[in-house]
Nanobody, 124 residues
Framework: QVQLVESGGGLVQAGGSLRLSCAVSGRTFSSLSMGWFRQAPGEEREFVAVITRSGGNTRYADSVKGRFTISRDNAKNTVYLQMNSLLPEDTAVYYC?????????????????WGQGTQVTVSS
């Protein structure tokens, strides 16, 4: 059974930084594309970033481009989301997701496995 476990969320002031981690087990990590999504209260879950199996390609939502960086360590079965220059509007539950096909989809339906999420709160 594939499990994704996020960590690293918390409360931070605007302008601060956080690094989220997502540890994956139950499947060969290097066979998975990995994405990060987020969901603010009352909003739909939205795409944040995606990284390919090897880590060679990444894509970002326009709202986080230049501030967030997705990366992965295939030896540690972990994907990361480094978040800098955080804004109050970045407040959300952040989810990691795994895509078996190895693509770079931005849609929720493209992902096969999901974590439980980690709360990120940015105070103004």
């Amino acid at each position: 059974q594939v499990q994704l476990v996020e960590s690293g969320g918390g409360l931070v002031q605007a302008g601060g930084s956080l690094r989220l981690s997502c540890a994956v087990s139950g499947r060969t990590f290097s066979s998975l594309s990995m994405g990060w999504f987020r969901q603010a209260p009352g909003e739909e879950r939205e795409f944040v970033a995606v990284i390919t199996r090897s880590g060679g390609n990444t894509r970002y939502a326009d709202s986080v481009k230049g501030r967030f960086t997705i990366s992965r360590d295939n030896a540690k079965n972990t994907v990361y989301l480094q978040m800098n220059s955080l804004l109050p509007e970045d407040t959300a539950v952040y989810y990691c997701a795994a895509e078996v096909s190895g693509g770079m989809t931005r849609t929720l339906r493209g992902y096969d496995y999901w974590g439980q999420g980690t709360q990120v709160t940015v105070s103004s």
